[in-house]
């Protein structure tokens, strides 16, 4: 499934606005002694607050360390380069995204359209809200197909879906009807994530009300 989450989509520059609610709540900006344990975790928040500011590729191992307040030397405890320090924040934002689908799913009784498109409303915002990771998660800074933890992530992550569609049709396994289904559902909110944060609903003034949206077009993809 990983082919059907990695869309080509290109990087775009700064987010610095975005930047602001994720920096305040980031123990990277405070420059206190780490723990061993702790290592990881800050170097991940300090590249996950530059992909949102600058961009993948506008920023350096060196300056992560700096966001982070580690010395330079750091980060090989954990990575090998730049590129793997991307990799685990896509990874993390994968798993972040899931999580938030499942939440937003649970508020809604189980077999109801109400509760897929909950699944819907979870990703449009996860990506507006966070567009630097989003794209991340779906770009080609790094070649997600030659990292497993990535694939099965995708997977897990389409699965949130794919779980609720089945529920839906009281099936009790993920057939070609709930795959073909679920395909069309994601694509949908997935077209209209890109959409948004590429500003391109503001350019052409419609006035959206994408809740409702959401809702109508679930109910007529499972219909």
């Known amino acids: 499934m990983l082919e059907m989450l990695t869309c080509q989509h290109c990087l775009h520059g700064s987010r610095k606005k975005r930047i602001t609610a ?3 709540k980031s123990p990277v900006l405070r420059k206190t002694a780490y723990h061993h344990g702790d290592l990881r975790a800050q170097l991940v928040n300090a590249v996950r607050m ?59 009784p189980t077999g109801s359209t109400a509760r897929i498109a909950a699944t819907g409303h979870a990703y449009v915002r996860f990506a507006t809200k966070e ?5 991340l998660v779906f770009g080609l800074t790094v070649d997600h197909r030659k990292s497993d933890e990535m694939i099965a992530e995708g997977n897990r992550t389409f699965g949130v879906l794919l779980e609720e569609v089945a529920a839906y049709f009281n099936k009790p396994e ?17 077209g209209f994530s890109f959409l948004k944060i590429d500003e391109k609903v503001d350019v ?20």
Request: with cysteine; charged share 30%.
């Open 174 to 190: 993920i057939d070609a009807d709930v795959l073909r289904r679920g395909f069309a559902l994601w694509t949908f909110v997935h």
């Open 131 to 135: 567009p630097g990771v989003f794209r």
């Open 50 to 108: 530059l992909v949102e500011e600058k961009g993948p590729d506008r920023f350096s191992v060196s300056e992560a360390c700096r966001a982070a307040g580690v010395s330079t030397a750091a980060p090989y405890r954990h990575f090998r380069d730049k590129q793997e320090m991307l990799l685990a924040v896509a990874i993390e934002g994968m798993q972040r995204l899931a999580g938030r689908m499942r939440a937003s799913a649970k508020r809604h």
């Open 22 to 24: 994720i920096a305040r």
């Open 204 to 223: 052409v003034k419609m006035n959206i009300d994408i809740d409702e949206m959401i809702r109508e077009t679930t109910e007529r993809l499972l219909a």
